[in-house]
């Protein structure tokens, strides 16, 4: 049974191994010039306008768990796809009106505007 295991091992010892080698030549031989924008905390080379903790718009998280309920639709379309075939009507309608319901929903958010960015 451990025999099994024993590729996979290899494999995982090798790459860290790999790894550990490509950052110990490229940090002995790779250039180090730190200046004062490197080493700030932020990536863009410059300070940062506001506090880091400011408030976001309520839009912002609206469009978020949209962009997940819709996203997740997706997920159960798949499963649901596959297995047609053995589910049969029952699932089948069961599905249409999962579907539907969040047709209806999509809908509307479409006609409150929750879409429309600003």
Known sequence: MLANYVPIAIFLLVAL???A???GVSSMLGPH???KEK???YECGFEAFEDSRMKFDV???LVAILFIIFDLEIAFLFPW???LDEIGLFGFVAMMIF???LVIGFIYE???GALEWE
């Open 59 to 61: 839009r912002y998280y």
């Open 17 to 19: 191994v790999m790894g």
């Open 21 to 23: 080698a490509m950052i």
């Open 81 to 83: 796809a596959i297995t």
């Open 99 to 101: 579907l539907g319901v």
């Open 33 to 35: 010039k730190p200046d």
């Open 39 to 41: 080493l700030s905390p």
């Open 110 to 112: 479409w006609k409150k």
